[in-house]
């Protein structure tokens, strides 16, 4: 079946520092691509996706690039906070049912000031 | 908009116990989920609905039921709970538009099973 494999598990970064989070999926039929962020005790909520006939796109701070041919995305987010701590996931579908996201298994996001 | 909203909060069952974890969304959108999160594991897919009276499995459906009987209720049915069972339950809904496909969640039920 579908699969989304997400690294690190955890990543701690210095305030002001830049981290990156990989994801890489099985699915070659996926063209929708969101990333989510979950604060302790709160529900996922989304901060950025990417649709498959792009190859990256931006958000002030963040950005998420899309490799097709290697199924690989990540999410970049340069001049790290301490509100950016936070547990990110990556996820993968088909636009034609986003009801069927398949999620990565996540990552801690430490930022020390 | 109250968004999607879940019922009850916290649930705590004794094994064997049956119970439905309610879901209902008010943006009349197609798509509705629900997922379960465990410590490490991520959100796991259980059930999902394309629309009123159509569901399919998704990567963890087995002890769970689903149904849709209306566009705006999808109701997760736990038939005979298990200690594997304890878990963090999240509901989801999104449209089959084309200008957002963003699944917006509700803020989940909290389950144990003893």
């Known amino acids: 079946g579908e699969n989304v494999e997400q690294h690190p598990s955890t990543l701690s970064v210095q305030e002001g520092d830049s981290a990156v989070i990989k994801c890489t999926y099985s699915d070659s039929a996926s063209n929708y691509f969101p990333w989510y962020k979950q604060e302790l005790g709160k529900r996922p909520q989304l901060i950025i996706d990417?649709?498959?006939?792009?190859g990256e796109k931006k958000d002030q701070r963040i950005a998420v690039t899309l490799n097709k041919t290697a199924k690989h995305f990540s999410l970049h987010i340069t001049e790290t906070q301490p509100e950016d701590s936070a547990v990110y996931f990556c996820a993968a579908t088909r636009r034609s049912n986003t009801g069927k996201l398949i999620f990565g298994q996540g990552t801690t996001l430490q930022v020390k000031p | 908009n109250a968004g999607v909203t879940q019922t009850p909060k916290f649930q705590v069952l004794k094994t064997g116990q049956s119970m439905t974890l309610q879901c209902a969304q008010d943006?009349?959108?197609?798509?509705m989920s629900w997922y379960r999160q465990d410590p490490g594991m991520g959100l796991r897919l259980i059930h999902y609905s394309v629309g009123a009276g159509i569901t399919d499995q998704g990567e963890v459906p087995n002890g769970y039921n689903v149904s849709r009987s209306t566009t705006e209720d999808f109701p997760l049915r736990l038939l005979s709970a298990a200690p594997s069972q304890t878990s963090v339950y999240f509901c989801?809904?999104?449209?089959?538009?084309?200008?957002?496909?963003?699944?917006?969640f509700g803020p989940g039920t909290r389950l144990t099973v003893t």
């Open positions: 989801a809904s999104s449209s089959s538009g084309t200008v957002s496909y963003e699944q917006y």
């Open positions: 943006m009349n959108h197609e798509y």
């Open positions: 990417i649709r498959s006939n792009v």
